[in-house]
């Protein structure tokens, strides 16, 4: 595995333990990732909450969407 990759795991997993405290299970399932156009994704989050960018990877996009999704939101930190 390339250090790219894991360095957006590792990324993922930081931003979901602040995710877990502010949804529910049934939230996290029902998002999902679309990838389009060379490095560009969207993000569809919990009560119709969309992001879209660049991202190297899907994991990347997920990270980037939950913390765009936290800033959203107001938590207080992800401003």
Not at 36 to 65: I, S, V
Request: aromatic residues 16%; hydrophobic residues 30%; contains cysteine.
């Amino acid at each position: 595995m390339d250090i790219n990759t894991e360095f957006c795991r590792t990324l993922l997993n930081s931003v979901m333990e602040e995710v877990r405290q502010h949804t529910t299970p049934e939230q996290r399932k029902k998002v999902w990732v679309y990838h389009f156009d060379r490095d560009n994704y969207e993000f569809h989050g919990p009560n119709d909450f969309y992001w879209n960018g660049r991202a190297d990877n899907k994991t990347h996009a997920r990270a980037q969407g939950w913390m765009a999704y936290l800033r959203h939101i107001g938590v207080e930190g992800w401003k």
